[in-house]
């Protein structure tokens, strides 16, 4: 499988296996017990990382991240093992039975991912607490700037006036919220997220950027949310969603949108057909997850009535993304081992890698898809948006960073 | 069915049924037979063209369009009658049998349409003969501008350089590939159309350019094309491929793409599911033809394992597009009466007022989608495209356009 590169695999013997034409920086990874061998041949997407996470794929030169790029992008996506197909074909048929996330499981599903502790996500997150992907206007613009231009793109998108009245699915930490309230001035912004963590500090934030009466976040589910909005914005959230609540999904914003309303959903997708999320993911990471399709998105963006005015696909922005929190992760590393444990630390070193060179090498990317009700809710062609966003880049240059 | 305006039906006994809240300009359509009031009840989708073309249904104050654009604005489209809702089934299931759109088949279905003669599409057409939807940058610009400005925004998001060659499916009279030889400057194009009255013409217009040796047009199905290509263009052609055939389509011009390559496809779409294709259209209009849903062209570009870049999404330029269209060949009416006859001009000014309203009321919009084989093949972000577009307008300026 590997014919560029230099990888050696140490066999728990000490034998040396060599792969690759020898070219580039060489990379050597250690197999502790004959089980680990057999774990990796027979189910890699699962396998290689609970092997390294359990410390039994030791990596003696270059990282896990250089592995994985390595073999990702050697790796012949059209022609799978049969093996890896079976898995495939096992995988779909049991991730929509794990995706059913009725309230009580997306609450849990939630806790064990985002409420690790403020203190964890600050060592790698910008000082903004943007925890999905960037919008990097140039090679090798700060992560902090990228996020900044993120939630510039977004309020560019979402034609703010003043009196709107905007519910955000999925707040965080509610930087994105504290936005359009402090920069793009919206009358109102309802944050609702499910997890305590996020809500705390969303709402500590708002009180220290006196935004209390125009922003509110809340501790709910979005299919608990009542009234209608002017706009309605949702990043890196429907990944939680699940493939079996899509219809539900977009019924449900149909419903909260005004009649001239505009959507705008940020989320993680795939191109392969048919899709199936990273067992390892779903299982260590985000249980309840499901990476979609845009055909599986608009399926049910059809079904519920809603029309699509525009979907830009940001390709290899988040390999960028997590590139940053990786690095800045690892400068950190031994503050995260104080507060979880060296275990902890693999597993997390392993999801930023991996989540990496999926971006980078497979066909993984994140769409930015404008929903609308009526087709003449958006302007006939898109320069309003970068107009837009030089009105919002002079009010940014006004407002004192620290009020937010 | 009709709660706003002043509609008056006339019955074939000379009873005037009046509709509405009496607002607005009057609208009087008289039925001359009592079978014609049963046919436009029952299956209004397919009958109400049919009546209008025969003499049927008679428009005594307001024209059809009046009339469409009154019962389409009223259209309750989420409450269809049953016997609608029947009709749609079971055209669901027979318009797939009939797409099947062989290379017999699709020529036959071709010649129908565009071998009517350059003379009648030069009666309605802007000089450029472009015969899709234009891009109105702002509202009221001419339509001969708006339609110059489709290709330099087709041309920008194809990423041209000096060396390519470009493939354009369904070339037309030549106006696009004429654009991207003769102001975009590529070295190469080749147009491929099986309209023999297209293909006279184009070739007559590259020599009159002076591009025969960088412009060539052949009378060929697309599928019978060879050999890769930078770039691959189609507009205005997908919508006669049928949805039995979309893997096909994707699966072939994957092929004819090179690694780096970009693909612009520029096609009439809808967002209803199930997408059910006006039964009148295909039966007098366009036989074999298809309008997708998004979420069906992406079905099979992602099984093609190809990677969808962006996606415009042009609402209501095709209303205006169609609009200017009707407003011409009305004014040349008599011109077109004298080629062909009464019946057929009654025909075409159902064909394009009720595409009009379409565009204006329903779900029917043009999408773009770029389309790549590798995710790198196009910038990060947006902003080359109206870059593009400033410095190929500075081209146009200094080309004199009695070249092309």
Partial sequence: ??????????????????????????????????????????????????????????????????????????????????????????????QLWRQRNDLGRSRRNVAHHYDLGDAFYALFLDPDWQYSCAYFEYPGQSLADAQLAKKRHIAAKLLLEPSHRVLDIGCGWGGLALYLSGVAGVAEVLGVTLSEEQIARANARALAARLTDRVKFALTDYRAVEGRFDRVVSVGMFEHVGLGNYDAFFQTCRERLADDAVMLLHTIGCSDEPSVTNPWITRYIFPGGHLPSLSDILKSVERAGLIVSDIEVLRLHYADTLRAWREAFMARRAEAAAMFDERFCRMWEYYLAMSETAFRYEQVVVFQLQLVRRQDSVPLIRDYIAASELDLRAREAAIVIGDL
Same sequence: chains 1, 2.
């Fill in 1 to 94: 499988m590997v014919r560029r590169g230099a990888l050696t695999v140490v066999s728990p013997s000490g034998e040396r296996l060599n792969f690759g034409d020898g070219a580039g920086e060489p990379i050597v990874a250690r197999l502790t017990d004959k089980a680990a061998v057999w774990a990796l041949l027979l189910d890699p997407d699962l396998r290689t990382g609970e092997l390294f996470t359990d410390g039994r794929l030791v990596m003696e030169q270059g990282t896990i991240y250089d592995f994985l790029s390595l073999v990702l992008d050697n790796d012949n996506q059209e022609n799978p093992s049969p093996i890896v197909q079976a898995f495939d074909r096992l995988r779909i048929a049991t």
